[in-house]
Nanobody, 118 residues
Framework: QVQLVESGGGFVQPGGSLRLSCAASGLPSSTYAMSWYRQAPGKERELVASIITTDGRTNYADSVKGRFTISRDNAKNTVFLQMDSLKPEDTAVYYC???????????WGQGTQVTVSS
């Protein structure tokens, strides 16, 4: 059974930092990419950052470039999202997503709440 366990969400003041983690287990095959998405109330889910697990190539939403950093530990099937200089507009539920080879099937975590407020 595939499990994506997220941790690290919480409440932080503007300008603060949080680090999200997502550990994947039970995957049917090796990973192709690991990503973080977010969904704010009343808005569609959007891609925040992604990383190709084979070569480390990364992609970021324009709104988080220079503030967020995605990284991975392939041996542990874990992806991280370091979030710095957080803003109130970063408030959302953050979801981990994993795509596996060769079908690129997607698996989702349960989500972790990030709230940025003074």
């Amino acid at each position: 059974q595939v499990q994506l366990v997220e941790s690290g969400g919480g409440f932080v003041q503007p300008g603060g930092s949080l680090r999200l983690s997502c550990a994947a287990s039970g995957l049917p095959s090796s990973t192709y990419a690991m990503s973080w998405y977010r969904q704010a109330p009343g808005k569609e889910r959007e891609l925040v950052a992604s990383i190709i697990t084979t070569d480390g190539r990364t992609n970021y939403a324009d709104s988080v470039k220079g503030r967020f950093t995605i990284s991975r530990d392939n041996a542990k099937n874990t992806v991280f999202l370091q979030m710095d200089s957080l803003k109130p507009e970063d408030t959302a539920v953050y979801y981990c997503n994993v795509r596996v080879k060769p079908t690129f099937t997607r698996y989702w975590g349960q989500g972790t709440q990030v709230t940025v407020s003074s």
